[in-house]
């Protein structure tokens, strides 16, 4: 499909068609160990902010809740308030 700008729709999304390989790859891992219904705890925090950036806005928040509430995910969310300023490495 030919798209001037590559933005995922709301159902490539919640059918799992637009993530980073770094999740498809933990699946694989998961379920070659058997651990394919294991409870997971994941982190997310940024290492580096583009040359010369200081911070950065923290946001999308809202759309990882509609995500999990769409696919009924029983999934605990902690995290910063949405456009809280952070530097690289903070959690």
Known sequence: MDRLFYTARDEEIINGEATDIYFLRTVDVLKAAGLDKVRVRAEFHVVNLPR????????????V??????KE?????YAMPEGTLFKANEP
């Open 52 to 63: 010369n950036y200081k911070w950065a806005v923290f946001a999308g928040l809202k759309e």
């Open 73 to 77: 995910l029983p999934i605990t969310i």
């Open 65 to 70: 809740i509609n995500l999990t509430v769409a």
